[in-house]
């Protein structure tokens, strides 16, 4: 049996944990770091590229180097030697939801309540009640 991932993952978790009061489920994912919509840079969300070299610096995560505003940035588009592309549309603004710091993913959880643990995934939580 397939079981439920993201967003169908968090939804059930949390109503396992209202029909079986005391256990703890906490869905965690793993999600890459994409940017949002950027004036000059992508229009849509792009998946971040790690490490990418600018200004002859590697970064592994997000910079505010050279932005303006001071806001977080990352390269979508890096030639054969990862240096950033420099362009429209070749880099973003890192988003809040799935980057942080200067990290490559974000782990993403959602809680409910708590039982002797901490189950991490659906089939966790079930084997906690089964």
Request: charged content about 20%; overall charge positive; glycine content about 10%.
């Amino acid at each position: 049996m397939a079981l439920p991932s993201g967003a169908a993952a968090s939804a059930l978790l949390i109503i396992l944990a209202s029909a079986f009061p005391g256990l703890m489920c906490r869905a965690e994912e793993e999600v890459e770091c994409t940017t949002v919509r950027t004036r000059g840079g992508t229009l849509r969300p792009a998946p971040c590229v790690f490490p990418f070299t600018y200004d002859g610096n590697v970064y592994e995560g997000c910079t505010k180097v050279g932005d303006p505003r001071g806001r977080s940035w990352c390269s979508v588009e890096v030639d054969a030697e990862g240096n950033h592309v420099v362009g429209a549309g070749r880099w973003g603004h890192c988003s809040k939801q799935t980057c942080s710091g200067n990290e490559r993913k974000r782990t993403m959880s959602s809680d409910s309540a708590v039982k002797k643990g901490t189950c991490r995934t659906v089939s966790d939580c079930l084997s906690a009640i089964i």
